[in-house]
């Protein structure tokens, strides 16, 4: 492979404009095919297999009228002490309200609390729609599937609302699925800040422009290529939206990063003399072989969300290595190009000696002279990060979790208040009858008589299936509404359908979620073990030892371990959450463990390979395992410590936002490199190894013989390379 890289960025070099051309037709190919017809994005939130999955199809079977979205409208006399009881103003803007809302392009109609306060208080209480104190009214507007809509039709919703507030003496506030799937967050705005902390630290690394612009133009060119063809490759792979998301997060941090290795390499080449066309290819040979090895890691491990079998989770995964495979092709084929028109401009005006670092040398010498204090302090603090783990819940931030600045948690805010916390997050009971009715009033009576259950509501039949529409005591993220949809589905609903061919199935948004939470936690073992062993494979393939896989695994998921335990403490206990915008605690969302797990373990292995790579280049030169470790980490400190600075940079930048999705992910990702690239690369790596001494590079004489290629070469020499490069390396490594 190091030959092959070599010649390819040989050619780079030489026709660079050639190479540039290429990726930048490409790029307007791309963007402009997706503009043109590029398939949506969509979110869905199910998984076959699951009890809520079996609901839903019969809903969908039934032709049920509450399968497409709806927005729920909540409405409240301003002035204190007004009821819709006793005050006539306020039920005609009620009225008008609801005509407004009825008239809107799609809607397929409408709750009637404005009929119902029409009838008298007894018969709006009892409608389900007007609260019990009459001070709250609540509009169900229904549309259809979301296939049928588009953000326009949440534009004319809030032009609609925002008319009302003006026209009439209600408060008006709204929530519900049509804000969930077109609501956006502002675009762009956690990628500009990400991307302006990268140039500073880029500028302070480099102390030059031409080297800051090479590492941000790649990466931008890359996910430019990779992010805007998700709508095309959704024509494959039904990519959901948030996808675009972390691809945008991670492809910007790896991007940049991947470019950075190579781009250190090149310089570090030019100081020793070569040409730029020789040192372009030496760095592809060196760091863009660990470039591919790494990005390789990160795609397997993100791929192995397969083993999770939640469709939408195993084609988000597909979304996002489509965006790292393509950052890692930018790194290997436009960054050469672009190093080969830049030459030595790249050093800028303050020439700086790339390679071995007096200072880190110093580090990494202090570090092996305490090895055994540096190796158990690092792995007791690691593992007290990572002890909040045990109390992890798994949920789905709701509208209740949001700011209150926002129009969606005031309405979920009416509604409890009005109507009580269950009303949002309603459980819905699908029964395929098999021709007998007769099952549905004591079904009903029983689901009624749970201690969990507020309310339930008339069944409606069509067909063989019918639906029942359960308020549950307990608010949507309660751990006890979840024991009640356990409760249901484990002793109601069988024992009253003992003996009948009916069968009942709960379902609703609470239910799904629940679901996936449940198959999360009992795929996740597999998926941890499956991603944990193909990394081994590949870095066992790359090192040719079966030491430093292993060490590389479990220092990985100490790591991983890390992150998870600060994400607890943050949004389930609230530590420091005031600080990061959440006014309250949160579940963390169900698929973030097994996301997080994927691109942290894959990431943790870039670093690792950026280190090791090096560290083996100088043991297989010089056979002194301590000394290789020394030079290996001072030539490699200065890089990983920038790298990681700009990858915390970017994925924390995310956590300004408003969407919990992102501030996880985001304060997530920042946590694990930052505790990577210092506990872990700085000390625990170097103090291990120096302890472990040659045996990290041991490997059976017949694995050795399995294995594929041969052990890297310190130096990959061109043939018509000078003097400099006449020393060959020594395989000195042990059988």
Not at 154 to 168: I, K, N, Q
Request: glycine share 10%; charged share 20%.
């Amino acid at each position: 492979m190091s030959r092959v890289l070599m010649r390819l960025g040989r050619f780079a070099a030489r026709r660079p404009w050639v190479v540039i051309a290429t990726w930048a037709a490409m790029c307007v190919i791309v963007l402009a095919s997706a503009a043109g017809f590029g398939k949506e994005l969509h979110d869905p939130f199910e998984a076959p297999g699951l009890d809520s999955h079996a609901a839903s199809e019969l809903l969908t079977q039934a032709g049920d009228g509450d399968m497409g979205l709806g927005a729920d409208v909540v409405l409240t006399p301003r002035q204190e002490g007004v009821d819709f009881f006793g005050s006539p103003e306020a039920r005609a803007d009620v009225t008008e309200a609801q005509a407004a809302l009825a008239k809107l392009p799609h809607v397929l109609g409408t709750s009637d609390p404005a009929g119902a306060l029409a009838k008298g208080r007894q018969a709006a209480v009892g409608s389900g729609v007007v609260s019990p104190d009459g001070t709250v009214a609540l509009v169900r507007v229904q549309y259809p599937d979301r296939e049928d809509l588009s953000a326009a039709d949440l534009e004319r919703l809030e032009t609609v609302l925002e008319d009302l507030r003006d026209t009439t003496s209600l408060r008006v506030e709204a929530g519900g699925d049509l804000h969930f799937a077109f609501e956006q967050p502002p675009a762009g705005l956690s990628e500009a800040l990400g991307l302006l902390a990268a140039v500073v630290i880029l500028l302070v690394a480099f102390g030059s422009v031409v080297a800051m612009g090479l590492p941000i133009g790649t990466a931008l060119l890359g996910l430019a290529v990779g992010g805007g063809s998700l709508s095309l490759v959704a024509y494959v792979v039904d990519i959901p939206s948030w996808a675009t998301m972390i691809g945008a997060m991670v492809g910007l941090g790896v991007g940049i990063d991947y470019s950075l290795f190579v781009l250190t390499r090149f310089r570090e080449h030019l100081a020793e003399g070569r040409s730029v066309e020789d040192a372009v290819g030496l760095s592809l040979a060196t760091a863009g072989r660990s470039v591919v090895f790494a990005g390789g890691t990160v795609v397997v491990a993100i791929l192995g969300l397969a083993v999770a079998r939640i469709p939408f989770v195993t084609a988000g995964g597909v979304g996002i290595s489509w965006v790292v495979l393509v950052m890692v092709l930018a790194s290997i084929t436009l960054l050469p190009a672009l190093l080969g028109l830049a030459g030595h401009r790249v050093n800028g005006r303050r020439r700086r000696t790339e390679g071995v670092s007096g200072r880190w040398r110093r580090w990494a010498a202090h570090v092996g002279r305490h090895a055994v204090a540096y190796t158990v302090g690092a792995t007791l603090l690691l593992l007290a990060m990572a002890a909040p783990i045990t109390a992890l819940n798994l949920g789905f931030p709701d509208e209740g979790t949001m700011p209150e600045s926002r129009t969606e948690r005031r309405a979920y805010d009416l509604i409890e208040e009005g109507f009580g916390p269950g009303a949002n997050g309603p459980l819905v009971i699908a029964v395929d009858v098999a021709g007998d009715e007769a099952v549905l009033e004591p079904l009903a009576d029983a689901v009624a008589a749970d201690p969990g259950v507020a309310e339930v509501s008339p069944a409606r039949v069509r067909g063989d299936v019918a639906v029942l529409v359960v308020e549950p005591t307990t608010s949507p993220q309660a751990e006890a509404t979840h024991d009640t949809i356990a409760r249901l589905r484990a002793e109601v609903l069988p024992d009253v359908l003992a003996g009948s061919e009916a069968k009942a199935h709960v379902g609703g948004q609470v239910a799904v979620f629940a679901d996936l939470g449940d198959r999360v936690q009992e795929r996740l073992p597999w998926f941890v073990a499956a991603v944990v062993s193909l990394s081994v494979l590949l870095l066992l393939v790359m090192f040719r030892s079966v030491v430093v896989p292993l060490k590389a695994a479990v220092m990985n998921l100490l790591s991983v371990g890390a992150a998870y335990g600060v994400m607890v403490m943050v949004f389930q206990w609230g530590w420091g959450a005031s600080l990061i915008g959440l006014e309250s605690t949160v579940p963390i969302l169900s698929f973030i463990p097994l996301f997080m797990f994927a691109i942290l373990f894959g990431l943790s292995m870039d670093y690792e390979v950026f280190l090791l790579s090096r560290v083996r280049e100088e043991f297989l030169r010089t056979g002194d395992n301590d000394e290789a470790v020394v030079r290996g980490l001072a030539g490699t400190a200065r890089t990983i410590t920038s790298a990681a600075l700009i990858m915390v940079a970017v994925f924390g930048s995310f956590v300004l936002g408003e969407d919990p999705l992102a501030k996880m992910m985001g304060l997530g990702l920042a946590t694990a490199i930052a505790v990577d690239a210092t506990i872990v690369r700085l000390v625990l790596v170097p103090a291990s190894m120096k302890l472990l001494g040659r045996a990290n590079w041991w490997l059976p004489g017949w694995l050795d013989r399995v294995l594929p290629g041969e052990p890297v070469p310190a130096r990959v020499v061109h043939p018509d390379a000078g003097p400099a490069d006449a020393e060959q390396p020594r395989a000195v490594v042990p059988a």
